[in-house]
């Protein structure tokens, strides 16, 4: 969680650009971001 450690991490270039942010469900996480990612490319 970038946002509990150095001040310096908490200002992310990608967030302005980023359709949603998932975090704190650890390696889940990522299996449900490739999913997000799927489907937004699906549907485009």
């Given amino acids: 969680n970038p946002n509990?450690?150095?001040p310096?991490?908490?200002t992310s270039v990608v967030?302005?650009?980023a359709t949603g942010s998932?975090?704190?469900l650890g390696m889940h996480?990522?299996?449900l971001a490739v999913?997000?990612?799927v489907r937004r490319?699906?549907?485009a």
């Fill in 35 to 37: 999913q997000a990612v």
């Fill in 15 to 17: 967030a302005p650009v």
């Fill in 22 to 24: 998932i975090t704190g």
């Fill in 8 to 10: 310096w991490r908490h």
């Fill in 41 to 43: 490319l699906a549907a």
């Fill in 4 to 6: 509990a450690r150095e």
């Fill in 29 to 31: 996480g990522y299996e």
